[in-house]
């Protein structure tokens, strides 16, 4: 049976789990996060788009950008302007209620909340109606939610009032809306007339979205834009009129700050030493790729995309049958290797690539969807063979741990480590070091506060492990191989690179300095 709330179950999990952290560090001052708070904080308070006046009421934040008279959030504006009704209601029932306008800690966890969690929600919802759709499949509908909510890097900066995960979401709800026949289901058998238009017009804007959260993103908003032309010819005009209102909107705002629709923050940068060194160099700091940078941000167990989710390695082997076998597969498979491979260019050409105190190439968030979409096409391939879904979830279970330990713990792991979940992240959980959040809220204290978390967790892994085989022999079979799998990668992990050195002894000493809340 597949009905009611087990049909929702995956994405009710994946939910309940971004709900339950809340990892918050106020003297650590993260400025990829905070700079975009005191944006916010500028609009609602104080009516400018510059945070002066917010600066002085809160102190220096670093990432910010500057004109002759005054400095600005270096950042895309798209999370900024997203959380100015967030905090506007929340400041105005405040003040309802006779208290003070939201302090750091306040406003950071309702912009969390409301500007990207439930968003991404409501994102994790659609992509679970599409891969059941596409799959006909219940067991890859909850797999594949599961990984790709809880085991990439969705899900550390899904729990940060960052663009990161916000832009993924975005580029790929537009690939949702062009990939929708008219004949799917989107709310009822009747269309209006022009309904190709009205979608196309939607994938557009959503493409278009993108790059308000991450400028980056444009890369992926351009493979969109070739994907929608080769797929609607004539009718690729539709596209590019609906991306027009968030394009001229961000070229307005560009001009308000820098005098041009087309000077970006990365060339008015205030800190100095940011301007002489990660963005003097080529374009902003943007110069040809630097080989070396492939592997670390690829395969580093401190900074990986495929050490953090092993799952994703499954999309990249996906697209390249898909692409081998033709047919509608090819062309998304296609799709997804540009988007792939302008990312991952554009990460190796940034002289500040690995971006420093930081889960993952968080750069490059974007691409985790598109490589769960190649899973996805290659599902019926992988479930012809009995041992190919639990080989999927025996990758799936220590990317959920890697990145849900990250993403609850501490979503800014130092560069000195070069395995900072089993060097810093686990030994902080056992030495009773716990964050903020459902646990702390519910009287939980140490090691204790992450036990609904970890609970949410362990449910959507049994979840994923499952399996739908009805023999009891091949579903032990398939358990046996989903243990064994992610047991082997998670065992070779825990014992790489487990000799501390002074840098990283420093650096665990300021994240106990830091911590909050304050350790009993």
């Known amino acids: 049976m597949d009905g009611g709330l087990r049909r929702h179950a995956a994405c009710l999990l994946v939910t309940l789990a971004y709900l339950a952290a809340s990892p918050y560090y106020e003297?650590?001052?993260?400025?990829?996060?905070?700079?975009?708070?005191?944006?916010?904080?500028?609009?609602?308070?104080?009516?400018?788009?510059?945070?002066?006046?917010?600066?002085?009421?809160?102190?220096?934040?670093?990432?910010?950008?500057?004109?002759?008279?005054?400095?600005?959030?270096?950042?895309?504006?798209?999370?900024?302007?997203?959380?100015?009704?967030?905090?506007?209601?929340?400041?105005?029932?405040?003040?309802?209620?006779?208290?003070?306008?939201?302090?750091?800690?306040?406003?950071?966890?309702?912009?969390?909340?409301?500007?990207?969690?439930?968003?991404?929600?409501?994102?994790?919802?659609?992509?679970?109606?599409y891969v059941e759709r596409a799959t006909r499949s219940p067991l890859a509908r909850d797999l594949l939610v599961l990984a790709l909510g809880l085991g990439t890097l969705m899900y550390p900066y899904g729990n940060l009032f960052v663009g990161h995960a916000l832009a993924a979401a975005a580029a790929f709800s537009a690939f949702l809306v062009l990939d929708a026949e008219d004949g799917d289901e989107v709310g009822g058998s009747w269309r209006p007339r022009g309904w190709t238009a009205i979608r196309l017009a939607a994938a557009g804007f959503l493409a278009a979205a993108a790059v308000l959260f991450e400028y980056q993103a444009v890369l992926v908003s351009a493979a969109l834009a070739v994907y929608a032309a080769f797929r609607y010819r004539r009718r690729t005009a539709a596209f590019l009129l609906g991306a027009l209102p968030p394009t001229v909107a961000l070229g307005v705002y560009h001009t308000v700050l820098f005098g041009r629709p087309w000077r970006l923050p990365f060339g008015s940068i205030e800190n100095p030493e940011f301007a002489r060194t990660a963005h003097a160099a080529g374009f902003h700091g943007l110069t040809l790729p630097h080989a070396a940078a492939f592997p670390a941000f690829l395969f580093s167990p401190a900074y990986g995309l495929f050490a953090f989710s092993p799952v994703l390695l499954v999309g990249v082997v996906g697209a390249a049958l898909s692409i081998a076998r033709g047919g509608r597969a090819r062309r998304e498979a296609l799709l997804v290797t540009a988007i792939c491979a302008l990312m991952f260019l554009f990460l190796a050409g940034m002289s500040n690539w690995r971006a420093g105190w930081c889960v993952g190439p968080r750069y490059i968030t974007t691409v985790a969807p598109f490589l769960m979409l190649a899973v996805v096409r290659a599902w019926p391939q992988i479930a012809a063979r009995w041992w190919g879904p639990a080989l999927v979830a025996g990758l799936a279970i220590p990317s959920v741990v890697l990145n849900v330990v990250a993403g609850a713990v501490y979503p800014h792991y130092p560069e000195v480590f070069d395995n900072p979940v089993f060097d810093l992240a686990l030994p902080l959980i056992g030495e009773g070091y716990a964050p903020y959040g459902l646990g702390w809220w519910l009287g939980l204290r140490g090691a204790a506060a992450l036990a609904p978390l970890a609970a949410i967790v362990v449910a959507a892994i049994a979840l994923a492990a499952a399996g739908t085989q009805n023999r009891v022999h091949l579903w032990a079979r398939q358990l046996a191989v989903t243990i064994g799998v992610a047991a082997v990668y998670l065992g070779s992990l825990a014992a790489y690179g487990r000799h501390p050195n002074p840098q990283e002894a420093r650096a665990a000493a300021l994240v106990r300095a830091t911590w909050e809340p304050p350790r009993r």
């Open 27 to 129: 003297h650590l001052n993260n400025p990829n996060e905070n700079v975009r708070i005191w944006a916010t904080r500028a609009i609602v308070e104080h009516h400018v788009l510059n945070v002066d006046e917010v600066s002085r009421e809160w102190g220096y934040v670093n990432d910010k950008a500057k004109n002759a008279w005054h400095v600005y959030s270096g950042k895309a504006p798209g999370a900024t302007f997203l959380g100015v009704p967030v905090l506007w209601v929340h400041t105005k029932l405040r003040a309802l209620m006779g208290w003070a306008p939201p302090g750091k800690r306040q406003a950071t966890f309702w912009l969390r909340l409301v500007a990207v969690k439930l968003p991404l929600a409501l994102f994790f919802f659609a992509f679970a109606r």
